[in-house]
C-alpha cells in the first residue's frame, strides 16, 4: 500500500523560499503524477502544482512565478519549492498522488508557518 | 478557468438523516472529471468519488456522486457519526476546488 510522508522546516522567515520533501514508499514514483496541495488555517483546499514521473510539470497560474516542484526518481521522492513567502504562505501542506480518478493517496500533511 | 461553488456552506443535520450537498461548475467539466473528497478535522482529505459517480475503495454504499450538465451531487444516504465533517469537490481540468461544504450535527 502506497504511502507518502511529508518532511521539512514547521517555521520559515518571510521572504525565504520554502522547501519541502515528500517521501513515496510502499510504490514506486514512476508512472504516476504527484502533487502538492495547501490549506491556510481553518480554510479550504488549494492546488498547489504537480509533476509527472518523467519530470513534467503543471503549476496553478496563481503561484506559477513562485512555485518549484522536483522529483528524484532514485529515493523515491519528490520536492516543491516556494519562493518569497509572506504570512499569507502559512498552511498545512500535503502531498498526494495524482491519479486519472482524482488525488489519491495523500501524506498526512506538514504545518508551515511564515514569521520572523 | 473552471470554478466549483459548491453549497451550502453548512449543513446541519442528525444521524440518519440524508446529507445532499451541491457542486456548481461555472462550465462544462470534461468528461464529468469531477472527485469528491472528505476531510476530517486534522486529517488529510480522503477520495470518496470519481468521474463524478464511482465511489473510490472502500468507501461505503451510503456515499453516492450525481451529475446533471455542469451541476454535481453528493449524497449521503443516512448519516452515521462518522460522516460528520468537511467535504470537498474537485474538477480535473485544473485542479482546483470548491470552496467546501461542512456537515455538522445539529
Known amino acids: 500500500q502506497v504511502q507518502l510522508q511529508e518532511s521539512g522546516p514547521g517555521l520559515v522567515k518571510p521572504s525565504e523560499t520554502l522547501s519541502l520533501t515528500c517521501t513515496v514508499s510502499?510504490?514506486?514514483?514512476?508512472?504516476?503524477?504527484w502533487s502538492w496541495v495547501r490549506q491556510p488555517p481553518g480554510k479550504g483546499l488549494e492546488y498547489i502544482g504537480n509533476?509527472?514521473?518523467?519530470?513534467?510539470?503543471n503549476y496553478n497560474p496563481a503561484l506559477r512565478s513562485r512555485v518549484a516542484i522536483s522529483l528524484d526518481r532514485s529515493r523515491n521522492q519528490f520536492s516543491l519549492k516556494l519562493s518569497s513567502l509572506t504570512a499569507a504562505d502559512t498552511a498545512v501542506y500535503y502531498c498526494?498522488?495524482?491519479?486519472?480518478?482524482?488525488?489519491?493517496?495523500w501524506g498526512q500533511g506538514t504545518l508551515v508557518t511564515v514569521s520572523s | 478557468e473552471v470554478v466549483l461553488t459548491q453549497s451550502p456552506g453548512t449543513l446541519s443535520l442528525s444521524p440518519g438523516e440524508r446529507a445532499t450537498l451541491s457542486c456548481r461548475a461555472s462550465?462544462?467539466?470534461?468528461?464529468?472529471?469531477l472527485a469528491w473528497y472528505q476531510q476530517k478535522f486534522g486529517q488529510a482529505p480522503r477520495l470518496l468519488i470519481y468521474?463524478?459517480?464511482g465511489r473510490a475503495t472502500g468507501i461505503p454504499d451510503r456515499f453516492s456522486g450525481s451529475a446533471s450538465g455542469t451541476d454535481f451531487t453528493l449524497t449521503i444516504s443516512r448519516l452515521e457519526p462518522e460522516d460528520f465533517a468537511v467535504y470537498y469537490c474537485?474538477?480535473?481540468?485544473?485542479?482546483?476546488f470548491g470552496q467546501g461544504t461542512k456537515v455538522e450535527i445539529k
Open positions: 498526494a498522488r495524482r491519479e486519472e480518478r482524482g488525488f489519491d493517496p
Open positions: 510502499g510504490g514506486s514514483i514512476n508512472g504516476y503524477y
Open positions: 509533476i509527472y514521473y518523467t519530470g513534467g510539470t
Open positions: 462550465q462544462s467539466v470534461r468528461s464529468n472529471y
Open positions: 468521474g463524478a459517480s
Open positions: 474537485q474538477q480535473y481540468d485544473n485542479w482546483t
